[in-house]
């Protein structure tokens, strides 16, 4: 290969060329879709900025998988529970100590988000670097921003490797606070040269109104961010609080809305929902893999079978009103795919007929349980989650109005406008069929994000800026401040010495 020691030196940092290697574990990089840029003489040359635009939004596909940036936003949180079932999602361990808040700097997901994230943000800088239009450079800025929005998010700090640097020059790496004000710079750079963006089926490139979603979460969590205690307490400044509400009004004007079916957004229908989606053949697929049972399956598109994994809590699901319509949506016979339903799935299953599902394991009926033990659970143990459903395959949300809404309102409760806050959390209610409320606190704005956004990769986050991410609950064995911050990766630390470990590894 031409120019080994460039490629091996970007390889040994995690900034892996492709965008689409999800680790650098072997400390190989594989070329695919022409992403590796190299020259006999060492130095850069420019890419095709288009080709390479392209390859980054094909690669979004990547957040739909059960595993690594969803698993760590999701797993550690009290919304979901990964079980071993016998040997099946044993794994070495790596579901249950996500579970358990008992990682490491080894963590095999962990690493793999960091490469993935990383080798990103790289083509991005290469994007820039390539003669790109003004809409391009714009797209590439914002898409940057978002993956190292998550790397600050995930690590506190943020490694950025640019195409100029030497073969033996370390990434240089920003603090969480200086990650911020880069990541918010750029965006708001973008914005200008970027389409407005409006409802659409599909929305698979970045536009105004993704961006302005991506700032008002940014600002939102800027307490969490630029605190200098990553565990708080926090303190929220108003002007933040401000900011959110701008740009979630952007959005809004933007012609963005809540959509009146709960389910919709996660159909192949035409919701006013989806900012930002990325679709492919089968990319939601996963997300209804991984939950349901072994013999929930049968259709000829899955003949494998379902992989019967992960599941919610039962102290989660009791937080619903048994009436809400995010609970529970009964599809009718006119589906298909073995009767499945969307939401929660608990109790006795069924077929299309009516017939009872039969575990093939225990000869028994399928009943879905309550009570979830982490390890040695029964293959019916757990209550299932089916937010996107096998008939409406081919698009997967990455950003969405409901979200961007519910913003706004914890915005304004925590600037001190309680009633603005309330109507629109009952107004979200009553449109879901539940019992308006009197009052609105902090912990029942937590809780109807919970409702709301349940299995949408937000869960982590909110915990933390809500201060209920280090909290005893079933099989959480470490509740330390620290694990608000997931380790470095140790081939990282070892590779780049401008890291350090975070506090607690």
């Known amino acids: 290969m031409k120019n080994l020691k460039r490629i091996s030196t970007i390889a040994l940092s995690c900034f892996v060329v492709s965008a689409l290697v999800s680790s650098c574990t072997d400390l190989i990089v594989e070329e695919k879709d022409s992403l590796v840029v190299q020259n006999s003489g060492g130095g850069f040359v420019a890419g095709d900025a288009g080709a390479l635009l392209e390859g980054i939004y094909n690669g979004l596909s990547f957040y739909t998988d059960q595993g690594n940036t969803y698993s760590l936003n999701q797993h550690p949180s009290a919304e979901m529970i990964p079980p071993t079932r016998g040997v099946d999602w044993g794994d070495n361990g790596v579901w249950r100590t996500l579970h358990g808040h008992t990682w490491d700097a080894t963590h095999t997901q962990v690493l793999n988000s960091w490469n993935a994230l990383n080798g990103r943000s790289f083509t991005c800088e290469q ?8 809409s391009q450079a714009a797209e590439a800025r914002a898409l940057r921003s978002m993956f190292m929005a998550q790397i600050m998010d995930f690590w506190g700090q943020v490694p950025r490797r640019t195409v100029d640097q030497g073969v033996d020059d370390l990434p240089n790496v920003l603090s969480r606070s200086e990650a911020f004000d880069f990541i918010v710079s ?9 389409q407005p963006g409006a409802p659409a089926t599909i929305n698979s490139t970045m536009t105004q109104s993704a961006v302005h979603a991506l700032l008002a979460r940014l600002y939102l969590n800027k307490a969490v961010y630029k605190s200098t205690s990553p565990a708080g307490p926090y303190t929220f400044d108003n002007a933040d609080m401000a900011q959110v509400v701008a740009h979630a009004d952007a959005v809004t004007a933007a012609g963005f809305g809540l959509d009146a079916d709960f389910f919709n957004p996660f159909t192949d229908q035409e919701s006013p929902e989806r900012i930002l989606t990325t679709e492919a053949n089968g990319v939601p697929r996963n997300r209804w893999m991984m939950t349901m049972h072994y013999d929930q399956g049968g259709f000829p598109a899955e003949r494998d079978g379902p992989w019967n994994g992960f599941t919610t809590l039962a102290d989660f699901y009791d937080t619903f009103e048994a009436d809400d319509l995010r609970r529970f949506k009964d599809v009718g016979s006119n589906e298909g795919y073995g009767g499945l339903n969307k939401g929660f799935l608990i109790g006795q299953q069924y077929r299309e007929d009516g017939s009872e599902i039969v575990d093939s394991r225990s000869l028994k009926p399928l009943q879905f349980s309550r009570d979830i033990p982490l390890a040695g659970a029964a293959t019916e143990k757990g209550i299932r989650v089916i937010k996107y459903h096998p008939t409406d395959n081919g698009i997967y949300i990455l950003l969405r109005y409901s979200d961007v809404y519910l913003m706004k309102a914890e915005a304004l409760l925590r600037s001190g406008d309680n009633g603005a806050a309330l109507t629109m959390i009952n107004n979200l209610r009553t449109l879901r069929n539940a019992t308006a409320l009197s009052s609105l606190s902090e912990d029942a704005m937590f809780a109807e994000r919970g409702r709301e956004l349940y299995w949408e990769a937000i869960a ?13 609950y079933q099989d959480v064995t470490n509740t330390e401040a620290y694990t608000v911050l997931f380790p470095i990766p140790s081939i990282a630390i070892a590779s780049n010495t401008n890291l350090s470990q975070n506090e607690g590894y």
Do not use: C, M, Y
């Open 460 to 472: 982590r986050t909110d915990e933390i800026r809500f201060g209920k991410f280090n909290v005893q």
């Open 127 to 134: 994007i820039l670097a390539s003669n790109p239009s003004s």
């Open 186 to 194: 750029n965006l708001e750079e973008a914005l200008p040269e970027l």
